[in-house]
């Protein structure tokens, strides 16, 4: 009896666990289908005041995972960062973690104001025309499109985006099954 009882035991936690990743997942899931997973590049940085920079072919890029995290480059610094998301356009992105190289001044000055850009992010629209547009300070837009064959910077990895990968979750629950089997075919025994 007692086998059994803890393998019903180990089995109710490794599901709360599983569950647990899950409710990680849902931190983004206002964010609509069609903007997870990609990678968006930055078309233009349009300030609160001040004048539209072209930002078309500069390098910068963002990813939004269906975990509620992203990641990127700001053309010269790769970042991993968290956002929330709901269904009405609100958005935040939090300050994250990023690589600290040099790059040519005009390439860091960009950046810089792309990363004060991105964490003043207080909503999102997906547009008719395919563009993720991102609005801060106010009347500030950073307008992201797709690419269908980006090209990576040099020395960076590609970024995957998707789903949080369960498969280690349910190897240790086929593991604990198998474990509770064998427990209880010797108790019975």
């Given amino acids: 009896m007692r086998a059994w009882l803890r393998?019903?035991?180990?089995?109710?936690?490794?599901?709360?666990?599983?569950?647990?990743?899950?409710?990680?997942?849902?931190?983004?899931?206002?964010?609509?289908?069609?903007?997870?997973g990609k990678e968006w590049f930055l078309v233009e940085l349009k300030p609160?005041?001040?004048?539209?920079?072209?930002?078309?072919?500069?390098g910068i890029s963002?990813?939004?995972?269906?975990?509620?995290?992203?990641n990127g480059t700001d053309g010269c610094n790769?970042?991993?960062?968290?956002y929330t998301a709901a269904a009405?356009?609100?958005?935040?992105?939090?300050?994250?973690a990023s690589t600290l190289k040099a790059c040519e001044q005009a390439i860091m000055d960009l950046a810089m104001q792309f990363n004060t850009a991105m964490t003043a992010v207080t909503g999102y629209?997906?547009?008719?025309?395919?563009?993720?547009?991102?609005s801060f300070d106010g009347?500030?837009?950073?307008?992201?499109?797709?690419?269908?064959?980006?090209?990576?910077?040099?020395g960076t990895l590609p970024t995957t985006g998707g789903s949080?990968?369960?498969?280690?979750?349910?190897?240790?629950?086929?593991?604990?099954i198998f474990a509770c089997g064998l427990g209880l075919r010797r108790h019975l025994a």
């Fill in 62 to 70: 963002i990813t939004f995972n269906a975990d509620g995290t992203a």
């Fill in 7 to 36: 393998c019903v035991l180990a089995l109710t936690m490794i599901g709360l666990s599983l569950g647990a990743v899950r409710a990680v997942a849902a931190q983004g899931d206002g964010l609509s289908a069609d903007a997870i």
């Fill in 88 to 96: 009405d356009g609100t958005m935040t992105i939090q300050q994250g």
């Fill in 139 to 154: 009347s500030g837009v950073l307008k992201f499109g797709l690419a269908s064959t980006p090209v990576p910077l040099p």
């Fill in 164 to 176: 949080p990968d369960l498969s280690g979750w349910l190897l240790l629950l086929a593991l604990a």
């Fill in 125 to 134: 629209t997906l547009t008719d025309a395919g563009f993720l547009e991102l």
């Fill in 48 to 58: 609160a005041s001040g004048d539209t920079v072209d930002a078309l072919g500069r």
């Fill in 78 to 82: 790769t970042f991993n960062t968290a």
